[in-house]
Each structure stands twice: as structure tokens, then as C-alpha cells.
Nanobody, 125 residues
Framework: QVQLVESGGGLVQAGGSLSLSCSAS?????????MGWFRQVPGKERELVAT????????YYADSVKGRCTIWRDNVKNMVNLQMSGLKPEDTAVYYC?????????????????WGQGTQVTVSS
């Protein structure tokens, strides 16, 4: 059973920065998974934020965060991270990391079969 645990959420002022981390277990599987970060606001659909392939050689960013976010992974430490800067109140959401067994880090949430519990990010104006 793949387990994902997010950390690093919190309260930050607009314009500030935050770094989210997601640790994954068991170890033999993480390095083969594409990984993604999604976010969701109550009452709204879950939104893709960023993805990364299993090798880390290709990334994707939603237009809403492009230029403000960086996703990277460490296949030795079994972690995927999301660095966010220039945060805006509209970035407020619960952020989830998710694992795509195909390794491709697709843009379709349905391809992500494993999800973490989420971490709250709140950006105050």
C-alpha cells in the first residue's frame, strides 16, 4: 500500500513563500511513480497544480501557478516537493500530493491512484 504524507502547509501573508513536502512509502515504488500536486477549495473542483515524471526530467505547471511554483523530487529520500512563492489569497486551498503509477505524471487526476491526506495552505491578504 502506497502511503503519501504531506507537510509544510500553514498560514502565510500574500507575497510570501511556502515549501510543501510529500514523503512516500514503501520505498521500492516511489521512484517509478509520476507525482503531482493538486489543490482543492471547499465547494470547488480539485485543481491540478504541478506534475513531475518518475525521472524528474519533465514537469508541468498550471497556468495559475506558472512562474511561482517549482516541483522537484528526490528519489533517494522518496520525497516530492513544491516550492511556492509570490503567494496570493487565491492560492488558499488544501494541497494534496498524488502518485501516478504510470510514471508519466499526467494531467488527469483520475490517473493518480494514491493520494495523501492533504495540507492546508492559507494566504492572507
Amino acid at each position: 500500500q502506497v502511503q503519501l504524507v504531506e507537510s509544510g502547509g500553514g498560514l502565510v501573508q500574500a507575497g510570501g513563500s511556502l515549501s510543501l513536502s510529500c514523503s512516500a512509502s514503501p520505498e521500492p515504488f516511489f521512484s517509478t511513480f509520476g507525482m503531482g500536486w493538486f489543490r482543492q477549495v471547499p465547494g470547488k473542483e480539485r485543481e491540478l497544480v504541478a506534475t513531475i515524471t518518475w525521472r524528474g526530467d519533465s514537469t508541468y505547471y498550471a497556468d495559475s501557478v506558472k512562474g511561482r511554483c517549482t516541483i522537484w523530487r528526490d528519489n533517494v529520500k522518496n520525497m516530492v516537493n513544491l516550492q511556492m512563492s509570490g503567494l496570493k489569497p487565491e492560492d488558499t486551498a488544501v494541497y494534496y500530493c498524488a502518485a501516478d503509477p504510470s510514471g508519466r505524471g499526467t494531467r488527469r487526476s483520475g490517473d493518480y491512484l494514491h493520494w495523501g491526506q492533504g495540507t492546508q495552505v492559507t494566504v492572507s491578504s
